[in-house]
Each structure stands twice: as structure tokens, then as C-alpha cells.
């Protein structure tokens, strides 16, 4: 049950577009289309942003879409604004019958 | 509205035990699957345990598994990690989350979290 690897940080301006990346093996990403992204304000719970890899729950914006391709899932998000300065956390499924989150990117709106 | 509420944390000694608790409300607490999610002061995210609808299916990390144990009371609409043997590295923010229901299996997502109940492990 290793962590996914994330970048530790990303950045960009607002307006633009940034991704994350969230890597993992055949046991859990690459083996499934269970990948979900978290948002995580300071001092705040995680909020679900996209599951089963590119799916958004209701409410979440149409600036946030998913992907993946072979054991990477991204999270883009486009027209970058202040208020998505959070901590981004990707989870996978896992062939264990569990679940494995990455070790977090900090994004940073310039 | 929907709501999620932890109780039970605090300071323990290592080597001792402690129950946390979920108070489920606004949705049918026995159609979905639940899950405990710690964070570590600073550190990331980590699924500590799965538990479905009926009980019937259940998940540990590794880093827990002999050690916590997960269960739930769909009578009382709640939640429960009883945590033995802790140790200093189990010190975290403890989060009740919901499972997502968008796959027949545990850990798919996690759409519902509550404010989180903090476990401290130290003598």
C-alpha cells in the first residue's frame, strides 16, 4: 500500500491552466477507473472534486476535469482563480479491496 | 443537510486504547459504505479503513490492520474505529467520510467528510 506520487507543488497564474499528476502501478491507477481528486483548504476537510477518474459530483465547477493514461491520472485545472490556492490529494482503488490516497500537491495561484 | 460528526478523540498514553465515533445524518446511513481517513500534523491523507453497508465487506491499511478495528451501527446511523496498541505515529486528525456509492465496492471515493476528531498518542 504505497502512496500515489504527486508532485509537491505546482503553480500558476490566474486564467491559466495547470495539471496535476498522480502516479501509481497495476495494482491500483492502472488497474481501475476508480481515481479520485480532493480539494484541501487550510484548516478545512477535503472536498471531492472528480471521481472515477474524469466523472464531477454536482456543484463542482466545469474548470476541473480528469484523466488518465496507463498508471498517471491528472487533475487540469483551467481559468485558474485565487480561491483554487488549496492542497490537491488524488485516491485509487487498490486490488487489496482498499483504498490509497497520494502525498498531496500544494498549488499555489501567483 | 448532510452531516458527518466525530467524537472520542484526545490524549493517550502508547500502548493503550481509544473509540472514536461517527454521528451520521441527513441521508440513509445504511445504503453506503463509510470510511476513516486520518491526516498526520502537516502531512497528507491516509485511508485508514472500509467498512460496507451491512458490514459484510471490510478494509485496513496495513499500517492499522491487527490493531483498529471498524464498525458501525445502522440502527444508531453511526460509526465507530476502536483503536488499540496506538502508538506515536497513529498521533492524526481522524475524518468520517462517506463513500460515494458510485461503485458496488469500498474506497471508490469519498463525497461526504465531517470536521475530523484529533487523536494525540503521547506519554
Known amino acids: 500500500q504505497s502512496a500515489l506520487t504527486q508532485p509537491a507543488s505546482v503553480s500558476g497564474s490566474p486564467g491559466q491552466s495547470i495539471t496535476i499528476s498522480c502516479t501509481g502501478t497495476?495494482?491500483?491507477?492502472?488497474?481501475?477507473?476508480?481515481v479520485s481528486w480532493y480539494q484541501q483548504h487550510p484548516g478545512k476537510a477535503p472536498k471531492l472534486m472528480i471521481y472515477?477518474?474524469?466523472n464531477r459530483p454536482s456543484g463542482v465547477s466545469n474548470r476541473f476535469s480528469g484523466s488518465k493514461s496507463g498508471n498517471t491520472a491528472s487533475l487540469t485545472i483551467s481559468g485558474l482563480q485565487a480561491e483554487d490556492e488549496a492542497d490537491y490529494y488524488c485516491?485509487?482503488?487498490?486490488?487489496?479491496?482498499?483504498?490509497?490516497f497520494g502525498g498531496g500537491t500544494q498549488l499555489t495561484v501567483l | 443537510e448532510v452531516q458527518l460528526v466525530e467524537s472520542g478523540g484526545g490524549l493517550v498514553q502508547p500502548g493503550r486504547s481509544l473509540r472514536l465515533s461517527c454521528a451520521a445524518s441527513?441521508?440513509?446511513?445504511?445504503?453506503?459504505?463509510m470510511h476513516w481517513v486520518r491526516q498526520a500534523p502537516g502531512k497528507g491523507l491516509e485511508w485508514v479503513s472500509g467498512?460496507?453497508?451491512?458490514?459484510?465487506?471490510?478494509g485496513y491499511a496495513d499500517s492499522v490492520k491487527g490493531r483498529f478495528t471498524i464498525s458501525r451501527d445502522n440502527a444508531k446511523n453511526s460509526l465507530y474505529l476502536q483503536m488499540n496498541s496506538l502508538r506515536a505515529e497513529d498521533t492524526a486528525l481522524y475524518y468520517c467520510?462517506?463513500?460515494?456509492?458510485?461503485?458496488?465496492?469500498?474506497?471508490?471515493?469519498?463525497?461526504?467528510w465531517g470536521q475530523g476528531t484529533m487523536v494525540t498518542v503521547s506519554s
Open positions: 497495476s495494482s491500483d491507477v492502472g488497474g481501475y477507473n476508480y
Open positions: 467520510a462517506k463513500d460515494g456509492g458510485y461503485q458496488p465496492l469500498l474506497g471508490d471515493a469519498f463525497d461526504i
Open positions: 467498512i460496507s453497508w451491512n458490514s459484510g465487506s471490510i
Open positions: 441527513g441521508f440513509t446511513f445504511d445504503d453506503y459504505a
Open positions: 485516491s485509487s482503488y487498490t486490488s487489496s479491496s482498499t483504498a490509497v
Open positions: 472515477d477518474v474524469s
